[in-house]
């Protein structure tokens, strides 16, 4: 199942909601559940059904609501968890049951106390069961980025026969490089019967930071489906930042990977995200940290000022941010200077702006930041009111 389009899967209603702290009402479910649909995702996991009343709930509600993606519920390999799921499901227009179970060894001894054998037959059980109820039906290999690759294609060959549409290849606790990665999906490409079939699914976590490098990996090793989070929120450092991703493909057109996110709408929807759940954005976050398209640096905003792509390779009005901030501080030139007090109706000669600047760096040299309140009094200080100014 071969594409050039990568599925956007979001698992920010229910990986996203796993972070302590980050809870949500079904209300505000909605609310976000209704902007991922607008924002082009395909798949929406909108939770784990079994896990509590509420979940239930919301699930089955944002199954009702969402018009476009496909809406998702969670289970383990549990007969009761995938019943409970599709009940929940019942009224999506595209319902998908997501089931699986860990593979790794350290999984197999550890957490299920069960042979490789009992693993895979576990495995074509609750693919087949779930089935039963709806037509598309994602696996989940917990820990994949931690199993053998010869004993993961097993189960994924296994579970393509018992009726699983997508394959989900998890690096669950983050440990993978890309390279190892991506050499994984390729890997099953190459080794699994029926491969063809199916779609395979990047899932990462950023427990070393590499959460968006391996899903990229992935995908140019032949998956064709990305899970990800708004703002990259998930378990412990969290999951893949899905503006990050879609950012990536758009902006490497050579890949000739596309999604269909409408990425006007990535920076308003990391706003609501972050205040809905109360996690702020690191202000240095890719794509839409309040630091992404700012420059403090006089040689880089001289280099702005003069053509955006000398430090930009990505147009802010793409995401959705109005302009490039240029900041004023101690490492700003006069090129920044001058941008901004024209900005706030200073149109100053060469002589003038050398007069404000040596006012300017008396007062930058005191303060993180110089505004534009600031640059009204420097004006002041020099005696350049409006009228004087050319």
Same mark, same amino acid.
């Given at each position: 199942?071969?594409?050039?389009?990568?599925?956007?899967?979001?698992?920010?209603?229910?990986?996203?909601?796993?972070?302590?702290?980050?809870?949500?009402?079904?209300?505000?479910?909605?609310?976000?559940?209704?902007?991922?649909?607008?924002?082009?995702?395909?798949?929406?996991?909108?939770?784990?059904?079994?896990?509590?009343?509420?979940?239930?709930?919301?699930?089955?509600?944002?199954?009702?609501?969402?018009?476009?993606?496909?809406?998702?519920?969670?289970?383990?390999?549990?007969?009761?968890? @995938? =019943?409970? /799921?599709?009940? +929940?499901?019942? #009224? $999506? *227009?595209?319902?998908?049951?997501?089931?699986?179970?860990?593979?790794?060894?350290?999984?197999?001894?550890?957490?299920?106390?069960?042979?490789?054998?009992?693993? @895979? =037959?576990? /495995?074509?059980? +609750?693919?087949? #069961? $779930? *089935?039963?109820?709806?037509?598309?039906?994602?696996?989940?290999?917990?820990?994949?980025?931690?199993?053998?690759?010869?004993?993961?294609?097993?189960?994924?060959?296994?579970?393509?026969?018992?009726? +699983?549409?997508?394959?989900?290849?998890?690096?669950?606790?983050?440990?993978?490089?890309?390279?190892?990665?991506?050499?994984?999906?390729?890997?099953?490409?190459?080794?699994?019967?029926?491969?063809?079939?199916?779609?395979?699914?990047?899932?990462?976590?950023?427990?070393?930071?590499?959460?968006?490098?391996?899903?990229?990996?992935?995908?140019?090793?032949?998956?064709?489906?990305?899970?990800?989070?708004?703002?990259?929120?998930?378990?412990?450092?969290?999951?893949?930042?899905?503006?990050?991703?879609?950012?990536?493909?758009?902006?490497?057109?050579?890949?000739?990977?596309?999604?269909?996110?409408?990425?006007?709408?990535?920076?308003?929807?990391?706003?609501?995200?972050?205040?809905?759940?109360?996690?702020?954005?690191?202000?240095?976050?890719?794509?839409?940290g309040a630091n992404a398209f700012a420059h403090s640096s006089g040689i880089h905003?001289?280099?702005?000022?003069?053509?955006?792509?000398?430090?930009?390779?990505?147009?802010?009005?793409?995401?959705?941010?109005?302009?490039?901030?240029?900041?004023?501080?101690?490492?700003?030139?006069?090129?920044?200077?001058?941008?901004?007090?024209?900005?706030?109706?200073?149109?100053?000669?060469?002589?003038?702006?050398?007069?404000?600047?040596?006012?300017?760096?008396?007062?930058?040299?005191?303060?993180?930041?110089?505004?534009?309140?600031?640059?009204?009094?420097?004006?002041?200080?020099?005696?350049?009111?409006?009228?004087?100014?050319?």
């Open positions: 199942m071969q594409t050039d389009k990568v599925q956007i899967f979001d698992t920010t209603l229910r990986d996203g909601e796993q972070v302590p702290g980050c809870k949500l009402a079904t209300s505000e479910k909605l609310v976000i559940a209704e902007r991922l649909d607008v924002l082009g995702v395909d798949v929406i996991e909108a939770g784990f059904p079994i896990s509590s009343p509420g979940d239930y709930t919301s699930v089955q509600a944002i199954a009702k609501l969402v018009n476009n993606a496909t809406v998702c519920g969670l289970t383990r390999a549990i007969p009761k968890d @995938i =019943e409970v /799921a599709a009940q +929940a499901l019942e #009224y $999506a *227009k595209f319902p998908r049951i997501h089931t699986g179970i860990g593979t790794s060894e350290s999984h197999m001894r550890y957490k299920f106390k069960a042979s490789p054998e009992e693993i @895979i =037959e576990r /495995a074509k059980k +609750a693919t087949a #069961y $779930a *089935k039963r109820f709806v037509e598309d039906v994602e696996f989940y290999a917990e820990d994949a980025g931690r199993t053998s690759n010869a004993f993961l294609a097993q189960v994924c060959e296994a579970v393509i026969k018992s009726g +699983a549409t997508v394959l989900n290849i998890p690096d669950t606790t983050g440990y993978c490089l890309p390279e190892e990665y991506g050499a994984k999906i390729k890997y099953l490409r190459e080794h699994v019967k029926g491969i063809d079939k199916v779609t395979l699914s990047c899932h990462c976590h950023n427990d070393l930071g590499l959460a968006t490098a391996n899903a990229i990996a992935g995908v140019v090793n032949g998956a064709r489906q990305i899970e990800c989070t708004i703002n990259g929120i998930g378990e412990r450092a969290g999951n893949t930042a899905l503006e990050e991703v879609v950012m990536i493909l758009k902006q490497h057109p050579y890949l000739k990977l596309e999604t269909d996110i409408n990425t006007q709408l990535l920076f308003d929807t990391s706003k609501m995200v972050s205040e809905k759940m109360g996690m702020l954005v690191q202000p240095n976050k890719a794509i839409v905003q001289d280099g702005v000022i003069k053509n955006r792509a000398t430090y930009e390779i990505i147009d802010p009005t793409d995401v959705g941010v109005t302009d490039s901030a240029i900041v004023l501080t101690a490492r700003s030139g006069r090129a920044a200077l001058a941008y901004r007090s024209k900005k706030v109706g200073y149109d100053l000669t060469k002589t003038q702006l050398d007069a404000a600047y040596d006012v300017f760096l008396s007062v930058a040299d005191k303060q993180k930041e110089v505004t534009n309140a600031d640059l009204h009094q420097i004006m002041q200080h020099i005696q350049l009111r409006a009228g004087a100014l050319a």
